[in-house]
């Protein structure tokens, strides 16, 4: 038989009961103040969402949300006072019933039972410790009656069910809800309040995340006890024991698809707010579209994964020497797998045993998988006998695995590319939707605005735009044939641009040697309007001329911008010819709602923001069309099946940096793809293979169901031999050489 005083209990519940009265009139005045009950003020989180209400980002240590106590469903009362204070609403405080069957089924031997009411864990909570001590206990009592007088029993659980731990750094079971099943509390199953009300007993252990085992177990619990109490029927106790609960997994209650841009939030409010950033319950709304974000997220990943398949296995994560004995190994590989966290699908295994056709491995979930077929077919050089130590998967490899549309297994690998797609509204600066990297978890860089990186060709149409303000226009030739710039003209060596493909097409259109993306072609004109022009000429769309060269690889985007830079310069040519702002947040407020910052962005459209003719923005527009109709961007217009596509490939010196940036409607977008510590894509590899795919895909999405847009046509500009001018420039000839030097033009349309 069980010891009489095992662990104190017996001793301690009747002390509880038999000594509270004499001891609560003795020292009623060492009892702390009940004000932090009375006005009640929990730490509520920081949280961001989207414009339309999806959650993004949650920074605190406690993530808790605050509910009326008439807004909390009866079936979630129920649920949690079945188990955990049948007689709540019957005791002053302290259940004596509840104390004697606790005694007695301790001097039984039986299943042990808590004696503690909800009014006693509030008093615990908000006060004490939990150290078992006689004095602890009976100070326990005395404030449970103490709080008996001075709350009413609805306020006493409400307080309770909003400020208890249920695991997961969840406070309260209107936060449980969300992060354990991504719903508001009303919408909750009885299933699922049943798990959530047997979560107060052992909150990091038994939730449905941390052991689904003994959390589905105490469910079972719960709900026998509310069919005891006559609280549900015996078809909704069987119904509910049947259910599948859909747990999420860890930080799934989170949207994980904008944690750059939450970050840049959180970076913003704790300026602002110090540390009650994280406590005050502030709630950021930025401008951010939930379906665009997703998307563009959706769009990033599958072609970084797309260019990290075409480039080849490059071998296990990690290694480790799998112990012989069971229980330690098991220990090993959780550790292991710890450490190398999933990265949305791609997920971590350790291999058991490894052969050219089949690999057997274990998930941080314990699950053991097997690959075979076509699932190892793209990693086979590393099931060779004769593969290298470092690409050899063998057992103690730590590889990456992806779950098939087939439901098999088959080998993946985490990228090592970075890569950043940012969408603006062009009217109005607004994000649309921001991806700063492939995994924040990885890596917390966001490219998107800290990433300043060659622009290659993207740079093009800011020269040719800088070239119409001087004259030049769409159908003015250019000859595109092997140049040699003197030292004379560079200032140092002598240079000779090439084109990329090494293809010269002689006496051309400036349409068409930017659609085609002709690198001698821009220098030509780079030479006849001079570097200084055009450098001078940068800074109205947002450029930070100081990153630029003042000399003839400016044609060729030897300067440094960000994904961010580009799209705001390129909505200067979207929008008609007015510089924007981007920003990201669009309204806060706290806890109470009251309204703390609301932004109010510029009207589209003022003349004071001009930085651009609008006839230069017109003709312009229609270069960048041709881009995509004729060009090297003409994949967009080919996949999306719209006439009204803008845009411009790039790649930078030896294909360190790959770009894309476009626009249609009121949507600017750029893509950008290159290692973080710059190297060569690859010899075949250009904006248009790494980055433009990456801007359909979201685009796809973004324009769904958009009308096709025209920017209209300004006042003074006409058509010339078959191209737009300006007016004032269209003279007999001008068209074809304007600016040149006749005999300069001479030399270069014979050059070669």
Known sequence: MKPFLSAGLCRVLLLWALSWPVAFAATPLDLPSLDVLTDYRPKIPLRVYTSDNVLIGEFGQERRDFVAIKDIPLIQRQALLAIEDARFYDHGGVDYKGVVRAVLADLSGGLK?????????????????????????????????????ELSKDQILELYMNQIYLGQRAYGFSSAARIYFGKPLKDLTLAQAAMLAGLPQAPSS?????????????????????????????????????????????????????????????????????????????????????????????????????????????????????????????????????????????????????????????????????????????????????????????????????????????????????????????????????????????????????????????????????????????????????????????????????????????????????????????????????????????????????????????????????????????????NGGYQINPYLIQKVVDSRGTVLFEAKPALPAQESARVLDARNAFITDSLLREVVTSGTGAAASNRLARSDLAGKTGTSSDAFDGWFAGYSGSTTAVAWMGFDEPRSLGAREFGSTVALPIWIDFMRTSLAGQPLHRMPQPAGVTQAQGDWVLEEFQTAGGVWRLDLDPLQWLKDLFAG
């Open 113 to 149: 039972q808590g004696a503690s009411t909800i009014t006693m864990q509030l008093a615990r909570n908000f006060f004490l410790t939990r150290e078992k001590l006689i004095s602890r206990k009976i100070t326990e009592v005395m404030l449970a009656y103490k709080i008996e007088r």
């Open 206 to 574: 038994i939730n449905p995340i941390a052991n689904p085992t003994r959390a589905k177990a105490r469910q079972a619990l719960v709900l026998k006890r509310m069919l005891a109490l006559g609280y549900i029927t015996e078809a909704q106790h069987k119904a509910a024991l049947q259910e599948n609960l859909h747990v999420l997994g860890e930080g799934q209650s989170v949207g994980n698809h904008a944690q750059h841009a939450a970050e840049m939030v959180r970076q913003a409010i704790y300026a602002q707010f110090k540390d009650e950033a994280y406590t005050r319950g502030i709630s950021v709304t930025t401008t951010l579209v939930n379906a665009d974000q997703k998307a563009a997220y959706d769009a990033l990943r599958r072609h970084v994964l797309a260019y990290d398949q075409r480039h080849g296995y490059r071998g296990p994560e990690a290694h480790i020497t799998l112990p012989a004995n069971t229980t330690e190994r098991q220990k090993l590989i959780e550790a292991t797998l710890q450490q190398h966290p999933a990265s949305d699908a791609l997920l971590a295994a350790v291999v058991l045993s490894a052969k050219p056709g089949s690999v057997q491995a274990v998930l941080a979930n314990g699950e053991t998988i097997e690959l075979v077929a076509d699932g190892l077919r793209w990693a086979a050089a590393a099931l060779s006998p004769k593969a290298s130590v470092a690409l050899k998967i063998r057992p103690g490899s730590v590889i990456r695995v992806v779950k098939t549309s087939r439901g098999g297994w088959a080998m993946a690998q985490l990228p090592t590319v970075g890569a950043a797609l940012v969408a603006l509204n062009n009217q109005t600066g607004a994000y649309r939707a921001l991806v700063g990297g492939f995994d924040f978890g990885l890596s917390e860089f966001n490219h998107v605005t800290q990433a300043w990186r060659q622009p290659g060709s993207t740079m093009k149409p800011f020269i040719y735009s800088a070239a119409l303000e001087k004259g030049y226009s769409p159908g003015t030739l250019v000859n595109d044939a092997p140049l040699t710039l003197t030292s004379a003209e560079t200032g140092g060596p002598p240079w000779s641009p090439q084109n990329d493909d090494n293809v010269y097409d002689g006496a051309i259109t400036l349409r068409t040697a930017l659609a085609q993306s002709k690198n001698v072609a821009a220098v030509r004109l780079l030479r006849g309007i001079t570097p200084q022009v055009a450098h001078d000429f940068l800074p109205r769309f947002g450029f930070d001329a100081a990153r630029h060269p003042v000399n003839y690889t400016l044609a060729l985007g030897t300067g440094a911008v960000t994904p961010l830079q580009m799209a705001g310069a390129y909505s200067v040519f979207a």
